[in-house]
């Protein structure tokens, strides 16, 4: 029994492809914010490929035995998808499969397929740091305590973490992605805060760490200025996305056999995240991920920015974009349930 994982969410973004079929939706944030919708990140290819896999599958059901499973799945880019259908039963609902298979399209060369052997992602966590002070007039500093101030502290200090505390031959990345504080020139706030966007790392240990110290620095800093304790609010999680070796080293044998040795090519990990990982890790099974390209090599070779994934530019060729992730799903699929595609 063998799973197969698509997501299928879109983004808020305003698609600049000039494609025919671009997107003209909208839609409305949990916030209530209106934005333009693009089923960017390829999540519509992701879906195609799925259901054209499916399809072939179903149309060819007398030359292979067992059980496939697919999901289609929600909420990827916001970390949630993968969690929200565990919590919900899907392992109850659906046949537990042995392994589970999963792949994204990037701004690789189309007809290409990349994969990590172990560690193929990262893993990645965002906090909300509300920093409190006290507010004053801004003629009265020496009555406030200025979370402005304290909070360009905090993130000035933050980005020594990588630099000084990580080992040099291991990866992290730390970034602020927002900063908010005050309304008015004349008046210092009581509160300002500021979101860690991007704390990305590929090794447990350097996790623990890396987060440990974003705590004691956020907290440090916040004593030595006579401040309340900062509250830290975890918005997302994304767990570590990690391919059996094993089962990718048979993989990349029979990929290599139906697409050619050299359009497999063993990379390695990426520090974006996907909650892929936490499908097969609640039933304690393994899991291989990897990427199909999608762009043409003429394009790659040019001089203009190739669009990446989050783009309102990114749109991969029609092919051989569909058919190589086509072919990487069934071969994948087959290898387990009958012969090769």
Known sequence: MVGYRADTDG?????????AYASTTAGTLADGTDVPVMHGCGHDTHMTVG???????????????????????PGEETGEGAEAMVEDGLWD????????????VWPGRAGTVNISKGTAMAMADSWKVTVHGKQAHGSQPEQSIDPIVLGAHMVVRIQTIVSREVHPMKSAVVTIGTFHGGLKENIIPASAEFTLLNVRTFDVDVRERVLGSLRRIISAEAAASGAPEPVIEEITNFPQCYNDPASTEDL????????????VIEAPPVMGSEDFGLLAEAIGVPSVYWFFGGHPQ?????????P??????????????????VRAAMTALLSKVGTTA
């Open 308 to 325: 990446g994934n989050h783009s309102p530019y990114f749109a991969p060729a029609i092919e051989p974009t569909l058919s190589t992730g």
């Open 51 to 73: 259901l054209t896999a499916a399809q072939l599958l179903v149309e060819s059901r007398e030359a292979w035995s067992g059980t496939v499973v697919f999901i289609f799945q």
């Open 93 to 104: 609902k659906a046949p537990k499969p042995s392994i589970i298979y999963g792949q994204h």
């Open 298 to 306: 003429e394009l790659l070779d040019g001089d203009d920015p190739v």
């Open 11 to 19: 983004l808020p973004i305003a698609e600049d492809t000039g494609l």
């Open 252 to 263: 990349m044998a029979v990929l290599g056999e139906v697409l050619g040795e050299d359009a």
